[in-house]
């Protein structure tokens, strides 16, 4: 059985009642999938009140461990993964953190100025915030 325990900046992040930390995993691979739930090959929910999700009968191999819960000090939601490989079957518990993170947000503004430039605010993973400006060309063709 493996345990994986979620983490923001070294705390737990526990399940709750109404929002449960939710586990995602790929079977065979290191590399992540992406976000979308339906990319991955098993689902698992965690119990409240616990720190932890369970995920049972996993045989010895590679898997990329996507996960999702609710920070009640940030009060939002925040996910993380890992790449594992396990080399037993069974029998012990295996545990592991999952660092996680405010999650993407895209496009939080945008702004046209005129018809020449446009400009995306990006906000990433409480780290980073940083603007790209683009500017457009508009050329006229002559007849």
Known sequence: MVAVFPKVEGRAVYNLEDYRDTAYVKFNTHASPGINA???DLV???NAGEDHV???NLKCGDY???MTGLDTILKKRVSGGIAITLTQNYGTEVDYEVPLNEELTNFIKSERNGNQDFKINFSFQRCFNFSICIHFMQ???QQ
């Open 64 to 66: 990329y461990i996507y």
């Open 44 to 46: 698992v929910a965690g």
């Open 54 to 56: 369970h995920i049972l």
């Open 38 to 40: 339906s990319n991955f």
């Open 139 to 141: 050329e006229r063709w």
